[in-house]
Structure formats: structure tokens, C-alpha cells
């Protein structure tokens, strides 16, 4: 009950969406959870005025990192960023985790890559923009890579299923990757 106090102070919105996920974890799998938090995400930003507090810090404060909110029991991460115009993340994975990437204001290019062993090179697969109110889901070992396209730099939400400090993933560098993009 502490941690419902503690949404209350976020605003309404981020208290639903948060008590909502909850509600759907355990009962589901992990593809059924991506998507719940995918869709809820896309709901928060659109029944999130840009008075709510934690709206207000990240446009004001443009923290590069601030956590939201940690589940205690679920163990999942509510991450938030202020990506400013030269933002870049190169290539990596969430090694067994998906995530779900979302832009409450901006727009963001997401590319995700395939490995290749042999030329030990990273294949472009897409290219992505996320942009304002839009969310979107990363499976498990999907290797991708973020770049801030907007003028203005843009308020990012990484919504982790799993704290990733403890969890082994992979990092490659820009340098690694070819332009080709797989038909
Ligand atoms: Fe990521």
C-alpha cells in the first residue's frame, strides 16, 4: 500500500497504468504482458496532461535517466528519459527480456539488427520513428538502437520487464553495422 501513495503523487494517470499492469502480470504470459504494457503505455500518454509531476520534471529538469517506479513483487521498471537532440544508444539487446520503448513528446528513430557471426557485422532489419503518444514493443534478444530526431529532444519512456543489472546482454558498436536493410 506504501508504493499506492507513492503513485498517487505521479498523477492519476501513471497510478492506473501502473495498478493495471499489475493487475494483468500475473495471470499472463510474457507476450500477452508486452502488450498490455504496450497498449496502457499509449493510454498513459494520451490521459497524461503535461502538468502531471513527472511530466513536469522530465520537460523541465531533462534528466538523461529517472526511475518512476519499481515494482516491488513483479520486479519490472518504469524508466524515463530525456533524450536531447544528439542523443544516440548504440546497438544492444535486453539479453532474455522485452522492453517496450514509448514517446510521450518527440520523435525517435529505433533501428533493430540482425548478428551476423561469419562477417561479424550487425544487418540493419528496420528502421522505426516513434514518435509522440507512440509505444512499442522489443521481444526478447532483439538487438536495437535508438537515435533522437527531434529538434527539441523528446521525453522517452523504457518500460523493462526485468531490473537489467543483473542480466547478461549484448553491446556492439555503430561501427559494427551495415546499412543493408533485409526485404
Ligand atoms: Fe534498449
Given at each position: 500500500?506504501?508504493?499506492?501513495?507513492?503513485?498517487?503523487?505521479?498523477?492519476?494517470?501513471?497510478?492506473r497504468?501502473i495498478l493495471d499492469?499489475r493487475?494483468?502480470?500475473?495471470?499472463?504470459?510474457?507476450?500477452?504482458?508486452?502488450?498490455?504494457?504496450?497498449?496502457?503505455?499509449?493510454?498513459?500518454?494520451?490521459?497524461?496532461?503535461?502538468?502531471?509531476?513527472?511530466?513536469?520534471?522530465?520537460?523541465?529538469?531533462?534528466?538523461?535517466?529517472?526511475?518512476?517506479?519499481?515494482?516491488?513483487?513483479?520486479?519490472?521498471?518504469?524508466?524515463?528519459?530525456?533524450?536531447?537532440?544528439?542523443?544516440?544508444?548504440?546497438?544492444?539487446?535486453?539479453?532474455?527480456?522485452?522492453?517496450?520503448?514509448?514517446?510521450?513528446?518527440?520523435?525517435?528513430?529505433?533501428?533493430?539488427?540482425?548478428?551476423?557471426?561469419?562477417?561479424?557485422?550487425?544487418?540493419?532489419?528496420?528502421?522505426?520513428?516513434?514518435?509522440?503518444?507512440?509505444?512499442?514493443?522489443?521481444?526478447?534478444?532483439?538487438?536495437?538502437?535508438?537515435?533522437?530526431?527531434?529538434?527539441?529532444?523528446?521525453?522517452?519512456?523504457?518500460?523493462?520487464?526485468?531490473?537489467?543489472?543483473?542480466?547478461?546482454?549484448?553491446?556492439?558498436?555503430?561501427?559494427?553495422?551495415?546499412?543493408?536493410?533485409?526485404?
Amino acid at each position: 500500500m506504501e508504493r499506492l501513495t507513492d503513485l498517487q503523487s505521479m498523477g492519476r494517470a501513471f497510478a492506473r497504468y501502473i495498478l493495471d499492469i499489475r493487475q494483468g502480470w500475473a495471470a499472463a504470459s510474457p507476450e500477452v504482458r508486452a502488450k498490455l504494457v504496450r497498449d496502457r503505455m499509449e493510454d498513459l500518454f494520451r490521459e497524461t496532461p503535461a502538468t502531471d509531476p513527472w511530466i513536469q520534471r522530465l520537460l523541465t529538469e531533462r534528466p538523461a535517466h529517472l526511475e518512476l517506479y519499481r515494482d516491488p513483487e513483479a520486479g519490472f521498471v518504469q524508466m524515463a528519459h530525456y533524450h536531447s537532440p544528439m542523443h544516440a544508444s548504440p546497438p544492444h539487446d535486453h539479453g532474455e527480456h522485452w522492453v517496450v520503448y514509448g514517446v510521450y513528446s518527440g520523435d525517435i528513430e529505433i533501428c533493430t539488427y540482425r548478428w551476423l557471426p561469419d562477417v561479424k557485422a550487425l544487418r540493419t532489419l528496420d528502421r522505426h520513428h516513434l514518435t509522440s503518444g507512440q509505444a512499442r514493443i522489443y521481444a526478447a534478444g532483439d538487438i536495437h538502437a535508438t537515435r533522437q530526431c527531434a529538434a527539441q529532444g523528446s521525453v522517452v519512456l523504457r518500460f523493462l520487464s526485468t531490473d537489467l543489472k543483473r542480466v547478461p546482454r549484448s553491446h556492439y558498436r555503430w561501427e559494427d553495422v551495415t546499412e543493408e536493410v533485409e526485404s
